[in-house]
């Protein structure tokens, strides 16, 4: 059942068009607008929401870090995102008008199934984003959008990740949808890219190679740095976490911004630095400044892994190895940015000799708090 892989996770990786245009079934209709009454929450139950907040652990929270990013600038309504397992521990503020979106692709970790019932006796509603039909999570939920990702099997989230991205930018889009389309032409721009991202997806995964052959020749470093911008920085985390689940590496994400204010200390000779670049078109202001930011860590002897957009010829000089995706708009960057990650720490670790299935001392759904 592995497909003729090794490695469930190798399967997993190259079925992400599949898991991604599954997503979107049935959702996105021909007149350009989604569909998604399956949620059990009403349009009417959408207009009344005056604050979202996310949940979620791991890779799961970095889907919501995105999410955030997509839900302020399309709907204009405030989104916190919250590590589960912090949430109900601090009195968080919620009432009727706000809606908790709980992210989960097993449906059975603990942390965010207690958050859930927290908010719930808050009279907070609850929309689940999760892969596992009929588990705990949406079961407890009013409402919930199910990522058809299928099984996965590998511990570390792949292509359920992917499709938490493609799930958390449906309900962003039909907010926007349901509360009366403010930025009208944008959204509906939006969705028809949204459509297309399986091949996309696909078209990132023939060009991956490279990466593997750069993982084999980094297995002996001991710290690997990540840095992005924008939604380029949850980006960056979860490469980090992959890496660290993976390959048993140190790896750290920063802000790009935050470099200056710390961790620019710890650039030495050779150590080997990703960083995902924001698109050079509409964005400028934020690629220019990340393009400083490879500057300065090179000139500090950093190794610059450097995946940015087709064409980006501004980021080429500084470049010890580039990564080219293909150009999508900025909110959607993150399902083609994460790829070259999850391809560099599966290798890594499999050059390592790890068993990427099984890493040790992790479980596929954690179900104690
Ligand atoms: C990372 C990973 C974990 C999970 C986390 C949440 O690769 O798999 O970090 O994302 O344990 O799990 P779910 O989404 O099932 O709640």
Redesign the pocket.
């Known amino acids: 059942e592995k497909g003729g892989y090794d490695y469930f996770m190798l399967k997993e990786i190259v079925e992400q068009p599949r898991a991604v245009a599954d997503t979107l079934l049935g959702r996105l209709s021909v007149d350009g607008l989604l569909t998604l009454d399956e949620m059990r929450l009403t349009p009417e139950d959408l207009r009344s929401v005056e604050k979202i907040v996310i949940i ?6 970095h889907a919501g870090l995105i999410a955030k990013y997509a839900i302020e600038h399309w709907c204009r309504i405030p989104c916190e995102v919250e590590v589960a397992s912090e949430f109900r521990y601090r009195d968080p503020i919620l009432d009727q008008q706000t809606l908790v979106i709980a ?7 603990m942390d ?1 199934l207690m958050a859930v019932r927290y908010a719930r006796e808050q009279r907070a509603r609850v929309l689940a984003i999760c892969n596992v039909n009929g588990s705990t999570i949406p079961r407890e939920s009013d409402g919930v959008l199910y990522t058809h990702a299928g099984p996965e099997v590998g ?3 792949t292509k ?2 992917m499709t938490q991205l493609i799930a958390c930018y449906l309900v962003g889009l039909y907010l926007a949808q349901v509360r009366g389309l403010k930025f009208g032409d944008e959204i509906t721009a939006v969705i028809a890219q949204l459509a297309t991202m399986p091949e996309q997806v696909d078209k990132v995964l023939k060009t991956v190679e490279p990466v593997r052959e750069l993982a084999r020749s980094l297995s002996d470093a001991d710290t690997v740095l990540f840095l992005g911008r924008h939604v380029g920085y949850p980006v960056a985390m979860e490469g980090a ?2 890496l660290k ?1 993976l390959a048993y590496m140190h790896a750290e994400a920063f802000a790009a911004g935050e470099l200056k204010h710390g961790p620019i200390a710890l650039i030495e000779d050779g150590l080997p630095v990703v960083v995902v670049v924001p698109s050079p078109k509409g964005r400028s202001v934020l690629h220019d400044k990340i393009v400083s930011n490879i500057q300065e860590v090179r000139a500090r002897g950093a190794r610059t892994i450097v995946i940015a957009e087709e064409g980006d010829e501004a980021v080429r000089p500084y470049s010890d190895v580039l990564i080219e995706i293909p150009a999508v708009p900025t909110l959607l960057q993150p399902v083609v940015a994460t790829i070259p990650m999850q391809v560099f720490a599966c290798e890594l670790a499999l050059a390592k000799g790890n068993d990427v299935d099984q890493p040790r001392n ?1 479980a ?3 179900t104690v708090e």
């Open positions: 979620a652990c791991g890779t799961s929270y992210i989960s692709q097993s449906g059975e970790s965010t511990v570390a989230a359920t990740f976490l992959k689940e992790l596929k759904s954690v």
